[in-house]
């Protein structure tokens, strides 16, 4: 059974940091990509930041470039997401995914698995 955990979330000021996981189980994913996506009250899930099977590529979403940094340690079947100088319209139920694909996929019917998500919350 496939399973993806997220964890690292909480509530954290304006400008301060966070680092997310996300633990893959049930199969290999050294050979997928895996994204980070996220979804705030009220609104449509959007995506992130995602990252290639090899790690060597990244995909940021032009709200988080610069700040958010992916990165993924395939021996341990783990994609992290270092989130710094943190806002509060980065306030979202947080959530990892993988997908089949060689590159950077963005659009969320490209992915395969989900997590249930970990909430952050940024205040003011």
């Known amino acids: 059974q496939v399973q993806l955990v997220e964890s690292g979330g909480g509530l954290v000021q304006a400008g301060g940091s966070l680092r997310l996981s996300c633990a893959a189980s049930?199969?290999?994913?050294?050979?997928?990509?895996m994204g980070w996506f996220r979804q705030a009250p009220g609104k449509e899930r959007e995506f992130v930041a995602s990252?290639?099977?090899?790690?060597?590529?990244?995909y940021y979403a032009d709200s988080v470039k610069g700040r958010f940094t992916i990165s993924r340690d395939n021996a341990k079947n783990t994609v992290y997401l270092v989130m710094n100088s943190l806002k509060p319209e980065d306030t979202a139920v947080y959530f990892c995914?993988?997908?089949?694909?060689?590159?950077?996929?963005?659009?969320?019917?490209?992915?395969?698995?989900w997590g249930q998500g970990t909430q952050v919350t940024v205040s003011s």
């Open positions: 049930g199969r290999t994913f050294s050979s997928d990509a």
């Open positions: 990252i290639s099977w090899s790690g060597r590529n990244t």
């Open positions: 995914a993988t997908a089949t694909s060689y590159y950077t996929p963005s659009y969320q019917y490209e992915y395969d698995y």
